[in-house]
């Protein structure tokens, strides 16, 4: 992708090319939300992270691989994000800092709405895709996690099981594969690359590993390990032509 052009020519004239800036837009898993926890007032909240957001894995890659150049990583995730309001907030978290590459991962609230609601996001993926072309960007879809598939016994407040137990039922249910296929559809109408996570999640979760614990909350954020599965994914997409 043009993008690792960019960092190379930047390492070759730092004074006379700008740093590339790579946008990160999507929700609590590109935030950097891992746990969760019940507060005093009995509302959950997220642990933050964001030393171990997969952005930050790649930008530590990169850093490797082009040691002299500087990245400008912009990081647009907010926790419970569905696409419709990414594209409300396109504008001010994504388009206004010009970004060179800009990688979008929505899903896994989204797929919440059920089947009956694919047209929510589709509709809201076909903006965004389209005003991210349309300002001379980069692209890339990239796929999320899987959901939990089983309640953990990790698991002990009973507001956080009726949250996985939501998840769960989602995921066998197939609502996840279901919006996924679509936006991979759309992804491929705007010459949008995919970098298929959740392929490899499914994978795993054929050959028996237990995906769920794979979750640092149990039910839908992967664990700080797991984010350098979705670093190094990116990484061979950016590596393609």
């Known amino acids: 992708m043009k993008i690792m052009n960019?960092?190379?020519?930047?390492?070759?004239d730092r004074w006379g090319k700008k740093s590339p800036t790579i946008a990160f837009l999507g929700d609590s898993v590109t935030q950097g939300c891992f746990e969760i926890y019940t507060k005093n007032d009995g509302s959950i909240e997220a642990v933050f992270d964001k030393n171990a957001t997969y952005h930050g894995y790649l930008n530590q890659i990169l850093t490797e691989?082009?040691?002299?150049?500087?990245?400008?990583?912009?990081?647009?995730?907010?926790?419970?994000?569905r696409a419709p309001l990414g594209a409300e907030r396109l504008q001010r978290d994504v388009l206004d800092y010009s970004p060179d590459l800009t990688v979008v991962c929505y899903g896994l609230n989204d797929n919440g709405w059920g089947k009956e609601g694919l047209h929510l996001y589709t509709d809201a993926l076909d903006d965004i895709f389209t005003r991210l072309k349309a300002a001379g960007g980069e692209v890339i879809f990239m796929t999320p996690n899987m959901q939990n598939t089983e309640i953990s016994c990790h698991l002990t407040d009973e507001k956080h099981r009726n949250s996985a137990k939501g998840a769960m039922e989602s995921q066998l249910?197939?609502?996840?594969?279901?919006?996924?296929?679509?936006?991979?559809?759309?992804?491929?109408?705007?010459g949008v690359k995919v970098c298929d996570v959740y392929a490899k999640w499914k994978k795993m979760a054929e050959l028996g590993v237990n995906t769920t614990e794979l979750l640092a909350n149990k039910i839908?954020?992967?664990?700080?390990k797991m984010n350098w599965l979705f670093a190094t994914s990116l990484l061979d997409t950016l590596l393609e032509d």
């Open 6 to 12: 960019l960092l190379a020519e930047k390492g070759k």
């Open 65 to 81: 691989l082009f040691p002299d150049t500087t990245l400008n990583i912009i990081n647009a995730g907010i926790s419970g994000d």
């Open 173 to 190: 249910a197939g609502n996840l594969d279901y919006y996924l296929a679509a936006a991979k559809e759309l992804a491929k109408k705007h």
């Open 220 to 224: 839908n954020h992967p664990t700080r």
